[in-house]
Structures are given as structure tokens and as C-alpha cells.
């Protein structure tokens, strides 16, 4: 839903500027799209490499894979903050 707002909205402004200012508008529109996606792709590899989602725990034999570190304990603190309930926890005294 965000993508075609945005991309109107950007067609839109460009439309009323000039060809010298569309242009080096244009230029600066697709070096931050860009430069966000590189943001977004390198900040995405390093939580999946440091969080590891999918990682099979065998219950059944007690192995619970690797022991918690650093990084496991502030995502759950992260987490923790927030209740699970946000309905609940607003009529909750």
C-alpha cells in the first residue's frame, strides 16, 4: 500500500519542477532508494546471522541448541517490554 503512495507522490512533485531540478531530483530519489535497500539488506543479514530464526531445538532429547548469550538476553529483554496482550494490559490494573 506504501509503495504506490510514495512513487505517486514522488512522480507528482517531479512533474511540476523544471528538467534541470527533475533531473537532479531524480538522481537524488534513486541514490537514497538505494542506499536505504543496501541499509535494509545489510541490517536484515546481521540479525538473521546473529538471532539464527529456524534453528531446530529437540525437545524431546533436552538439547535446546546453543547456550543463551549476550545477544539472547537483550532481544529478550526487547522483547519482554511490550505485553503480549496490548488490549489486556490497558484495562489490567
Known amino acids: 500500500l ?3 503512495l510514495v512513487v505517486s507522490s514522488l512522480i507528482s512533485g517531479l512533474a511540476g519542477l523544471d528538467t ?10 534513486i541514490v537514497y532508494y538505494f542506499t536505504t535497500t543496501l541499509l ?17 531445538t529437540d525437545v524431546e532429547d533436552g538439547n535446546f541448541g546453543e547456550t543463551a548469550n ?5 532481544l529478550d ?8 496482550n496490548l488490549v489486556e494490559a ?4
Open 2 to 4: 506504501i509503495i504506490p
Open 20 to 29: 534541470k531540478s527533475s533531473g537532479r531530483m531524480g538522481l537524488y530519489a
Open 40 to 56: 535494509a539488506v545489510l541490517l536484515g543479514i546481521l540479525l538473521v546471522s546473529t538471532i539464527k530464526p529456524g534453528v531446530r
Open 70 to 74: 549476550v545477544v539472547d538476553s537483550f
Open 77 to 84: 529483554l526487547i522483547r519482554n517490554m511490550l505485553p503480549d
Open 90 to 93: 490497558t484495562f489490567r490494573q
